[in-house]
């Protein structure tokens, strides 16, 4: 079965720097795709960023364009979020999350989930 484990949050300064990794297992190379979405206290799950493992695509929302950065180590089943400049607002527990078609950014379209890793960013 699919499995996520993410990794990497912590306690950082405005615009500060993190990498997040995502270790996958049970993924099919073809069709998934692996998206990092984040939820803090009272809001939404909303959807930061996602990659495509066959052909490398990659998507993000406006607000964290130019800063986030995701990629994919396919040999080693890893995907990573590089988050830089890192503002409060981006306080949240990210959860990396897997979906067998192609990328999307609406969390209810997402199979499988991780258990989250919390970002606290402080002012």
């Known amino acids: 079965e699919v499995q996520l484990v993410e990794s990497g949050g912590g306690l950082v300064q405005t615009g500060g720097s993190l990498r997040l990794s995502c270790a996958a297992s049970?993924?099919?190379?073809?069709?998934?795709?692996i998206g990092w979405f984040r939820q803090a206290p009272g809001k939404e799950r909303e959807g930061v960023s996602c990659?495509?493992?066959?052909?490398?695509?990659?998507y993000y929302t406006d607000s964290v364009k130019g800063r986030f950065t995701i990629s994919s180590d396919n040999a080693k089943n890893t995907v990573y979020l590089q988050m830089n400049s890192l503002k409060p607002e981006d306080t949240a527990v990210y959860y990396c999350?897997?979906?067998?078609?192609?990328?999307?950014?609406?969390?209810?379209?997402?199979?499988?989930w991780g258990k989250g890793t919390l970002v606290t960013v402080s002012s």
């Open positions: 999350a897997s979906r067998e078609r192609i990328c999307s950014l609406y969390y209810y379209a997402m199979d499988y």
């Open positions: 049970g993924l099919t190379f073809e069709s998934d795709a």
């Open positions: 990659i495509s493992r066959r052909d490398g695509d990659t």
